[in-house]
């Protein structure tokens, strides 16, 4: 069953708000949910099953590593059962209270109204240089702050 644009736009509503009450929503029992990136520096990423699993993910996985302040969808495409966006995520490193900001994509299928499977490409090279806190030279050695 195709997935109207107002669900999709409402899902990223409750997404971009961190409440899970609010996301629970719209998430399947079953659901599947990954997030590519560098899982030793973002452990938000990886992949999890299951709605709690999930719900998890949002009230204690993902403010220990970053504060979200804004996720702005800036494309948003969709088509019968699937929805695509690209975001620009911004947000406070729990850690250090370091400003980080990166781009990423999500991929989401619906099966009556739910999100079913998620799928999320973050700029992983952007966000870890961020993270650190310096420029990683591939050629091994460190150099100036990142801004």
Same mark, same amino acid.
Do not use: N
């Given at each position: *069953?195709?997935?109207?644009?107002?669900?999709?736009?409402?899902?990223?509503?409750?997404?971009?708000?961190?409440?899970?009450?609010?996301?629970?929503?719209?998430?399947? +029992?079953?659901?599947?949910?990954? &997030?590519?990136?560098?899982?030793?520096?973002?452990?938000?990423?990886?992949?999890?099953?299951?709605?709690?699993?999930?719900?998890?993910?949002?009230?204690?996985?993902?403010?220990?590593?970053?504060?979200?302040?804004?996720?702005?969808?800036?494309? *948003?495409?969709? +088509?019968?059962?699937?929805?695509?966006?690209?975001?620009?995520? &911004?947000?406070?490193?729990?850690?250090?209270?370091?400003?980080?900001?990166?781009?990423?994509?999500?991929?989401?299928?619906?099966?009556? +109204?739910?999100?079913?499977?998620?799928?999320?490409?973050?700029?992983?090279?952007?966000?870890?240089?961020? *993270?650190?806190?310096?420029?990683?030279?591939?050629?091994?050695?460190? &150099?100036?702050?990142?801004?």
């Amino acid at each position: *069953m195709p997935v109207c644009r107002a669900l999709v736009e409402a899902f990223c509503k409750a997404f971009s708000s961190r409440d899970p009450a609010e996301i629970a929503r719209f998430i399947d +029992d079953d659901a599947k949910w990954v &997030t590519v990136g560098p899982v030793d520096l973002l452990q938000f990423c990886g992949e999890r099953r299951g709605k709690s699993a999930i719900l998890d993910l949002f009230q204690r996985g993902g403010p220990a590593v970053l504060e979200i302040t804004a996720l702005v969808p800036e494309i *948003m495409l969709v +088509d019968s059962d699937r929805a695509a966006t690209l975001s620009r995520l &911004t947000g406070r490193q729990s850690a250090t209270g370091r400003v980080i900001s990166y781009r990423c994509a999500q991929f989401l299928e619906f099966r009556a +109204d739910k999100v079913i499977d998620f799928r999320s490409l973050i700029d992983s090279f952007d966000a870890a240089e961020q *993270m650190l806190g310096h420029h990683i030279d591939l050629q091994g050695r460190a &150099t100036a702050p990142a801004v």
